[in-house]
């Protein structure tokens, strides 16, 4: 499925870096560009792998995943279409890489990073912060999200970054209310946000974030 690091966390969470699958990001010079390969990334190497992930998210907002091309994206990101193939390979190796910049990004802020989404405040302001947060990301990352989704619907309960967040969420839950189920509640609650169903709110019922994060509440005062 993927490959891992397990370093632990303040909270006793395990975090999970990396949510490539086996067989996505195998080309050359992909070891450094998910941080598995041996040593240290080159800084040039590094700005490089970061012109070019920026430059695919911006055409994955303005046109979606399946405009994304490799010439494109060396246009894009001035790069020379060479490098861009050196280093992901083909399209669906970079849009994975693409989701898994994003996911660390999203890890390392309700993992680590400042309070209510970080440590350092009570679990309820978590919660609240790490599901707003949530709304955010997949509303920002929608259309390769239901991509993936589509492909292979069961994946993402599969997935590290699953699994971190099912981990986050369960450990939340457990704080506020000890002696439920927090593990199959975390399931329940994460499944608010499978891509299709969002996708289904935010485009077709054309919602507005702020909308979701208050019926997440909502759903959330249940509990008491």
Same mark, same amino acid.
């Given at each position: 499925?993927?490959?891992t690091?397990?370093p632990?966390?303040?909270?006793?969470?395990?975090?999970?870096l990396? !949510?490539?699958?086996?067989?996505?990001?195998?080309?050359?010079?992909?070891?450094?560009?998910?941080?598995?390969?041996?040593?240290?990334?080159?800084?040039d190497?590094?700005?490089?792998?970061?012109?070019?992930?920026?430059?695919?998210?911006?055409?994955?907002a303005?046109k979606?995943?399946?405009?994304v091309?490799?010439?494109?994206?060396?246009?894009?990101s001035g790069?020379?279409?060479?490098?861009?193939?050196?280093?992901?390979g083909?399209?669906?190796?970079? !849009?994975?890489?693409?989701?898994?910049?994003?996911?660390?990004q999203?890890?390392?802020?309700?993992?680590?990073?400042?309070?209510p989404?970080?440590?350092?405040?009570?679990?309820e302001?978590?919660l609240?912060?790490?599901?707003?947060?949530?709304?955010?990301?997949?509303?920002?990352?929608?259309?390769?999200l239901?991509?993936?989704?589509?492909?292979?619907p069961r994946?993402?309960?599969?997935?590290?970054?699953?699994?971190?967040?099912?981990?986050?969420?369960?450990?939340?839950?457990?704080?506020?209310?000890?002696?439920?189920?927090?593990?199959?509640?975390?399931?329940?609650?994460?499944?608010?946000?499978?891509?299709?169903?969002?996708?289904?709110?935010?485009?077709?019922?054309?919602?507005p974030?702020?909308?979701?994060?208050?019926?997440?509440?909502q759903?959330?005062a249940?509990?008491?």
């Amino acid at each position: 499925m993927s490959r891992t690091r397990r370093p632990q966390t303040d909270d006793g969470s395990v975090r999970l870096l990396t !949510l490539l699958p086996t067989g996505h990001g195998t080309g050359p010079g992909t070891g450094a560009a998910t941080g598995s390969g041996p040593g240290a990334e080159r800084a040039d190497a590094a700005r490089n792998r970061r012109r070019i992930l920026d430059a695919t998210a911006r055409i994955v907002a303005e046109k979606g995943p399946d405009a994304v091309t490799m010439n494109q994206v060396a246009h894009a990101s001035g790069i020379g279409v060479g490098t861009v193939y050196r280093r992901f390979g083909d399209v669906s190796q970079l !849009l994975w890489a693409l989701l898994d910049d994003r996911e660390r990004q999203f890890q390392e802020a309700y993992m680590s990073g400042p309070p209510p989404l970080g440590p350092g405040a009570p679990a309820e302001e978590r919660l609240d912060a790490f599901l707003d947060a949530l709304v955010d990301r997949v509303a920002e990352q929608r259309a390769i999200l239901l991509a993936a989704h589509s492909a292979a619907p069961r994946a993402r309960y599969h997935s590290g970054a699953y699994q971190v967040m099912h981990t986050h969420v369960a450990m939340l839950l457990s704080r506020i209310r000890p002696g439920d189920d927090s593990a199959l509640l975390a399931h329940l609650l994460l499944g608010s946000f499978s891509p299709d169903l969002m996708h289904h709110l935010t485009v077709e019922r054309s919602l507005p974030a702020e909308r979701i994060k208050a019926g997440v509440r909502q759903l959330l005062a249940l509990r008491a």
